[in-house]
């Protein structure tokens, strides 16, 4: 047992812990960010320490190094720390920073339970960190519940709001639907292959039979759910709209991105041999979602439910780099993942202060943010850019990363929907600019904390930052994506 | 001068006067302006400077600039001019100084104008400075958000909503761009083997040289290309964003957009398409032709129609682009030349029309032919504007626009007479709606509503003074413009007879 393996999962939990025992120690009065405040520097102290986890290229002649590679895995191979998952996990790290940032004053000023939410919070990251590391069927299954769980508590907090009541039930409902199907599937796989282990299920010539294909064939159905995929996304846009601002931040940016992370490890490591299977469905499914995520995102009035349109588009492009099936690919959506973290934090920071003071996100109540608030205004417009791929923002940088991968694989028609499909979802991201800089002020100014600017600041730098110069993230996305499993 | 980073420095001109900018206080509103014109005035400098010093008996790129930049795509920070993308540059620096004072007077919100009008310059002076497609792509698409922008909050609503005009025209460029994006992924995959992949665009045109593309591909990508380029170049079918978009845009916008960013349009179809695509070029060739032929006379014919001013000069301007397109679908030296210093050509006298337009209109707030009349009278130097710019626009001798038109028409004569002979008659639309405009808003009895409103003078005759210049010297030492576009298009030769028995779309119709 390594237990130096699973640090990060220990380090999470206990602050999950902390963060319970904070809550019944501090007088009920008492304001509950300082314990955000502790959150915020234990795990950004984490995030920095994890970048010397990483492991260099090894060399498969060299002995001693492959000895090494043992100590990556805990309890014997369910579990597996290589590259790929210490990036996925640092980008979830990196997520809930910036949502525990922007989030302390809509807790104190929107929710009851505050203490609540900074625990869950820490055990929803600790699911998504198990996700990222997982290399067994059934360890999978847990972290996905663990995070899934947490989240359905969260998305009903706020406690007078009917919209997040429904919106809890409904995720609730449609989320154990998709729990029962995956667990169903699962259960073919084993049925078929005689294990859970996503190294020897790989080996197994039964998966080719009926019973093993209709096992793969519900799991990622499973995972269709949690990424939005359509036809699978009908639970989002309510989910999102009726959900706390910072938890639709974390169920795009981090539920996402983990439900990624693990669906590509299942692929290509428990499935690698039955592509031509689920190449096609994957390449139908995701043209679907650039298509019908960006025109049903035109219609919506309300910015939250917009940006839930335009995350099943965004799930789209992130199958695109799947469907590549390469490192180049597999490189492009850690890529593109962790810019949509940045862009997707700037957004909903500015959507938690305009939904805390004027009590709505809707298009009409975005009206004249440039006058009121021009820095947020700003944060949003380059925000939106980013997700739709324009340049100098960090999306170009993504997008021609991920098609130039498909392309590559003889996938052109995706890059045509993919490129036609991203410009015409400027025209909606567009429609909200143009709220905020034409709509009429109604003079009153937004008064933004010092760590919601933080917050902003940081993600909208860095998306520049990544827009103008993309090599940092691309060499350390290279080297987690062709480390893939070691 | 050896190793200044001269170009580097022309483009962060514009960006750092925008990051100045935001430290600015808002009410210090004519250190904004100055601190605009004191870096558009480097840059201008800067450029001339490199537009006098270039070595054109050596030709091809100088003032290089090379740095790595993203090392698993192949990008590189690569910056240099040669005969070809110098005057464009030239250009850009003319209208970006000219549009910055033209601007002047803007009273709504003048510091976030500024910041825009910087990046947009920027990211036109990026798309003709870079050596590497990656960059290219990057500094074409920045613009299209800011003008979107300054379109909504500084325009103005006449005929069509300038919230629709801004919307038209981002959609238009970035579908177009959408087009051009697939087919530069293709490009870029096909010219290399992994590993040795690389955006310079002069690699690419080696690589097109070494027989990397088939000419299936090549006919394929150019296609793509047309798309995105033509529709920036407004190219018929694609061209009705730009009437309606100059009308909503400012002033600032309007000059630049119909000055240089229409350019990139056939700048890229050069420099990409022609370098790197050459079979695909000549098999499109005549249908751009054909296209062009429409855009001249069917432009031609509606400016005829049109009261709004700024109608007439977007249609003449669609029009115009017709003698650029066929200048290149000739495809020899002397016309490709010949659609070179056109773009300028236009360029400077689209500017100078939009800065006057834009001066009589924030006067009076009248911009129809029917109701301006008689202003030479209270107006004399808007008017010598005007009129200097008309008679660049139908092609007299002594200005601008003759030596660039003259020279397209020779240079085309030979492939497609036909469509030579009808472009030429297209000068006498030319002349009808512009001198019938002209007429109508300068000349004529004096009318006692605009006795109130005072002459162009001080900065708001710098545009006038800019662009003047740049006109007439141009005109009467046409050889400083033809032997600098000439001294790019040389190296065009080779491939052009490479090239010249290939087949083409249509049997190659004349």
């Excluded at chain 2, 935001?22 to 100055?34: G, I, L």
């Excluded at chain 2, 845009?249 to 229409?262: E, N």
């Excluded at chain 2, 005007?386 to 085309?412: H, K, Q, Y």
Aim: hydrophobic content about 55%; proline content about 4%.
């Amino acid at each position: 047992m390594n237990f130096a393996a699973i640090s990060t999962e220990i380090f999470i939990l206990c602050l999950g812990l902390f963060a319970i025992v904070m809550d019944l120690v501090l007088p009920e009065q008492e304001s509950r960010k300082s314990i955000g405040g502790v959150l915020i520097f234990s795990l950004t102290g984490w995030f920095l320490y994890m970048f010397t986890l990483y492991n260099g290229q090894l060399d498969p002649m060299d002995p001693a190094a492959m000895a090494a590679l043992a100590d990556r895995f805990f309890y014997q191979g369910l579990y597996l720390v290589d590259n790929y998952a210490l990036f996925f996990k640092q980008m979830f790290i990196l997520a809930t920073v910036l949502t525990l940032l922007f989030a302390a004053d809509y807790v104190q000023s929107v929710l009851r339970y505050r203490g609540e939410f900074y625990a869950l919070l820490m055990t929803a990251l600790l699911g998504m960190c198990v996700l990222a590391s997982a290399t067994d069927f059934l360890t999978m299954f847990i972290g996905l519940e663990l995070m899934t769980i947490s989240f359905y508590i969260l998305t009903g907090a706020r406690m007078n709001s009917k919209d997040s009541s429904e919106a809890a039930v409904k995720y609730l409902i449609i989320g154990s639907v998709s729990t029962a199907v995956m667990l169903y599937g699962i259960s073919l796989v084993y049925g078929a292959t005689g294990s859970i282990q996503f190294f020897e299920v790989c080996r197994s010539p039964h998966l080719f039979f009926p019973l093993g294909i209709a096992g793969i064939t519900m799991v990622l159905i499973g995972f269709f759910f949690k990424l939005s995929v359509i036809p699978f996304h009908m639970w989002a846009p309510d989910v999102y709209q009726g959900a706390p601002t910072p938890i639709t931040a974390m169920l795009a940016m981090g539920s996402k991105a983990a439900g990624i992370a693990a669906m590509m490890r299942a692929l290509f490591v428990a499935f690698p041999m039955l592509g031509i299977y689920w190449l096609p469905m994957l390449s139908v499914l995701c043209a679907a979602c650039m298509i019908f995520g960006n025109i049903m995102a035109m219609r919506q009035r309300d910015v939250k439910r917009m940006l839930a349109y335009s995350s099943i588009a965004q799930a789209g492009y992130m199958l695109v780099g799947i469907i590549a099936a390469d490192p180049a690919g597999m490189k492009a959506v850690m890529f593109y993942a962790t810019l949509y973290v940045f862009a997707n934090a700037g957004a909903f920071a500015v959507l938690s202060v305009v939904e805390a003071q004027k009590g709505s996100t809707s298009y009409r109540h975005m009206a004249g943010l440039a006058q009121s608030a021009p820095v947020l205004a700003a944060v949003m417009t380059i925000s939106l850019l980013s997700m739709a791929g324009i340049p100098p923002t960090a999306g170009f940088a993504g997008k021609l990363y991920l098609f130039t991968a498909v392309v590559d694989q003889g996938y052109l028609w995706l890059a045509f929907v993919g490129f036609v499909m991203s410009m015409i979802s400027v025209y909606y991201y567009l429609l909200v600019a143009k709220a905020m800089y034409l709509g009429a002020w109604d003079g009153s100014s937004l008064a933004v904390s010092g760590s919601t600017r933080a917050a902003v600041v940081l993600s909208v730098l860095a998306t520049l930052l990544v827009g103008v110069w993309p090599e940092g993230l691309a060499e350390l996305t290279n080297l987690a994506a062709s480390t893939f499993l070691q | 001068m050896e190793n200044f980073p001269l170009l580097t420095t022309v483009l962060l001109a514009p960006i750092s006067a925008a990051l100045l900018l935001c430290f600015v206080s808002a009410r210090a509103v004519q250190s904004v302006r100055v601190i605009c014109a004191a870096a558009m005035t480097v840059a201008l400098v800067l450029t001339v400077y490199a537009f006098f010093s270039y070595d054109m008996s050596v030709g091809g790129m100088q003032f290089m600039e090379d740095v790595p930049w993203i090392t698993d795509l192949g990008v590189h920070y690569a910056l240099g001019v040669d005969g070809i993308s110098l005057p464009m540059l030239l250009l850009t620096e003319l209208i970006g100084l000219a549009a910055v004072f033209s601007s002047w007077s803007i009273e709504k919100r003048p510091k976030e104008f500024y910041i825009l009008l910087m990046i947009l310059i920027a990211g036109v002076t990026g798309t003709f400075i870079a050596r590497d497609l990656f960059i290219f792509l990057l500094c074409y698409e920045v613009v299209v958000i800011p003008i979107y922008i300054m379109v909504i909050i500084w325009g103005s609503t006449k005929r069509v909503s300038k919230e629709y005009a801004g919307m038209k025209l981002t959609i238009y460029l970035l579908m177009g761009s959408a087009f051009m994006l697939v087919g530069v992924v293709a490009l870029y995959l096909q010219a290399f083997p992994p590993e040795m992949r690389t955006f310079d665009m002069q690699a690419l045109a080696a690589a097109a040289q070494a027989g990397s593309f088939s000419e299936e591909f090549q006919i394929f990508a150019f296609f793509l290309l047309l798309l995105g380029f033509g529709s920036l170049l407004s190219m018929f079918p694609f061209h009705s964003w730009s009437p309606d978009g100059y009308a909503g845009a400012p002033t600032a916008v309007s000059m630049i957009h119909a000055g240089v960013l229409k350019k990139i349009g056939g700048y890229g179809l050069i420099r990409l398409g022609l370098l790197v695509l050459p079979l695909g070029a000549k098999f499109w060739a005549p249908l751009i032709a054909g296209l062009a032929m429409i855009n001249v006379m069917y432009a031609a014919y509606i400016a005829l129609a049109q009261h709004d001013l700024k109608y007439v000069i977007g249609y003449s301007s669609v029009s115009h682009m017709g003698y650029v397109l066929l200048g290149f679908a000739a495809l020899n030296v002397v016309s490709v030349s010949g659609a070179v210093a056109n773009m300028v050509a236009h360029g400077v006298m689209s500017a100078l029309f939009f800065a006057m337009i834009g001066y009589v209109y924030e006067r009076t707030h009248l911009r129809s032919v029917r109701e301006l009349r008689g202003l030479a009278h209270q107006m004399p130097r808007v008017a010598t504007g005007f009129m200097l710019a008309g008679m660049a626009s139908l092609g007299l001798p002594g200005l601008i626009g003759f030596m660039p038109e003259f020279t397209i028409f020779v240079g085309s004569f030979s492939e497609y007479p036909v469509f030579a002979v009808l472009a030429i008659s297209g000068i006498i639309f030319t002349a009808l709606y512009t001198l019938r405009m002209l007429a109508r808003i300068l000349f004529g009895p004096r009318d006692s509503r605009f006795d109130h409103f005072e002459d162009a003078r001080g900065v708001a005759m710098m545009p006038l003074i800019i662009l003047g210049i740049a006109l007439v010297g141009f005109g009467i030492f046409p050889q400083l413009l033809m032997g600098m576009v000439g001294s790019g298009t040389e190296q065009l030769l080779p491939l052009l007879d490479r090239i010249a028995d290939a087949p083409a779309v249509l049997g190659g119709i004349r």
